[in-house]
């Protein structure tokens, strides 16, 4: 069963129930492929519209580790893969990326990084009711 989106089960959630966010972010993919992005416009993207999707879900739901590790993977490959197709080469990791722009990374929030925050926000609204 679902309310706004999340599944309300009385079990542990599984990575087959978040599967529809998974899809969700390949459909982004698929329609952005096809156009020739630069790199300042894919970081843009994944910024704005693909990290920010699970937030909800983190906040309202206990989200397995497994979906937010593919949901970064997903962003990865969607930032080196050149337009024709072919992958790109990683020339810089992740972790790298994912620092602040004052410590010399991009400012992108990985949301392994951020789940505590989140967690503890869905942990307090339990506790508060």
Request: charged content about 20%.
């Amino acid at each position: 069963m679902k309310y706004l989106g999340v599944k309300i089960s009385l079990g542990r959630s599984k990575v087959v129930d978040f599967q529809e966010l998974l899809s969700m972010v390949m459909d982004k993919f698929n329609s952005w492929g096809k156009k020739s992005l630069s790199m300042g416009g894919k970081l843009t993207l994944i910024e704005t519209s693909l990290l920010s999707m699970p937030n909800f879900l983190i906040t309202h739901s206990l989200v397995p580790i497994r979906v937010l590790h593919e949901l970064e993977k997903l962003c990865r490959s969607f930032l080196w893969h050149k337009s024709d197709g072919s992958k790109g080469m990683h020339y810089v990791a992740w972790s790298e990326i994912c620092k602040p722009r004052s410590m010399g990374g991009l400012g992108l929030q990985s949301p392994l990084l951020r789940i505590g925050s989140l967690r503890s926000r869905l942990a307090w609204s339990f506790i508060q009711k």
